[in-house]
């Protein structure tokens, strides 16, 4: 195997962006890109983005996809200034025109916006594969946080998005519209179903406890350990306990500009009269 993982953690969002790369050839894929947004002033900035393009620059890296592994709702995408800065295709779970559909009336979209995720490249399906160089990548729809929640496989690594989290923290919630309990416990098992010694690769770290940031476990440790579905918690208990903790949690920050600008695949609504692109904030619907 000759592929080359490059983690970026970004401690605003808590969130990993990935560049896997293909040693022999140089074809890469960035998964997860962040956009700096501070939502006091509405301004970005791209610092978090700009790593990504010095390092495949850097290393003469020739970027084949950008990747979501779902809509997110704590970072806004970077895929569109990546995209034009280093090329690529973007990419996400053909779901994702699920999320569109039940999130368009909730900003009350414009007219024009489509829900048939056409502002995104490519639409992936479970089982699909995409060359990397010498490597594949595999998808895994992998549903339950989001409906369009994906999980990247090349070889003995995987991209698991919010599905899981380190042992230590447990699993992805499940209240967001579209979300269920009992789907994410069977993509958890799907999960877990890879060998022990599979790489699993984490979207976020909150670092529980103050011990230091981490984002690399592996199937073994996670059916051993995490402290949500491991060491040989049932379906039933999963779910109980996921459907329970999800009511005493309050809804990420980021969410109501993330959704929005990433269900466009990281475009920020048509600008207005005024040259001025808004994002909305829905009164009263959360």
């Known amino acids: 195997m000759s592929l080359n993982i490059q983690p970026y953690f970004d401690q605003a969002t808590f969130s990993m962006?990935?560049?896997i790369s293909c040693d022999a050839t140089g074809a890469a894929a960035i998964i997860d890109p962040v956009l700096d947004?501070?939502?006091?002033?509405g301004a970005t900035s791209r610092v978090s983005a700009d790593k990504v393009v010095d390092y495949v620059r850097d290393h003469d890296l020739d970027v084949k996809y950008i990747m979501e592994?779902?809509?997110?709702?704590?970072?806004?995408?970077a895929a569109p200034y990546l995209k034009k800065t280093l090329g690529g295709i973007t990419c996400i779970g053909e779901h994702v025109k699920t999320v569109q559909e039940t999130f368009?009336?909730?900003?009350?979209?414009?007219?024009?916006?489509?829900?048939?995720?056409?502002?995104?490249?490519?639409?992936?399906?479970?089982?699909?594969?995409?060359?990397?160089?010498?490597?594949?990548?595999?998808?895994?729809?992998?549903?339950?946080?989001?409906?369009?929640?994906?999980?990247?496989?090349?070889?003995?690594?995987?991209?698991?998005?919010?599905?899981?989290?380190?042992?230590?923290?447990?699993?992805?919630?499940?209240?967001?519209?579209?979300?269920?309990?009992a789907v994410l416990?069977?993509?958890?098992?799907?999960?877990?179903?890879?060998?022990?010694?599979?790489?699993m690769f984490m979207c976020h770290d909150y670092a529980p406890g103050g011990r230091d940031y981490e984002w690399e476990t592996t199937v073994g440790e996670q059916r051993a350990e995490n402290i949500h579905i491991?060491?040989?918690?049932?379906?039933?208990?999963?779910?109980?306990?996921?459907?329970?903790r999800d009511k005493e949690l309050s809804m990420p920050k980021l969410i109501l500009p993330s959704v929005q600008v990433n269900m466009r695949a990281g475009f920020f609504p048509p600008a207005e009269g005024n040259g001025v692109s808004y994002l909305k904030i829905p009164i009263d619907q959360f």
């Not at 947004?37 to 002033?41: I, L, M, V």
């Not at 592994?69 to 995408?77: E, K, L, P």
């Not at 729809?141 to 690594?157: E, I, L, Q, R, S």
């Open 69 to 77: 592994t779902h809509v997110h709702a704590d970072h806004i995408s």
């Open 185 to 199: 416990c069977a993509s958890l098992r799907k999960i877990l179903s890879q060998p022990d010694e599979t790489r």
């Open 104 to 181: 368009a009336p909730v900003f009350n979209l414009e007219p024009s916006f489509k829900c048939d995720g056409s502002q995104f490249d490519r639409l992936l399906s479970d089982g699909d594969e995409l060359e990397l160089g010498e490597e594949v990548i595999r998808v895994l729809h992998t549903p339950g946080h989001t409906p369009a929640c994906v999980t990247y496989m090349v070889g003995d690594a995987m991209w698991v998005g919010d599905t899981f989290f380190m042992p230590d923290f447990g699993t992805a919630r499940c209240d967001f519209p579209g979300g269920d309990a």
């Open 230 to 244: 491991g060491g040989g918690k049932t379906d039933a208990e999963f779910i109980k306990m996921r459907s329970s």
């Open 37 to 41: 947004y501070d939502a006091a002033s």
């Open 17 to 19: 962006t990935y560049i």
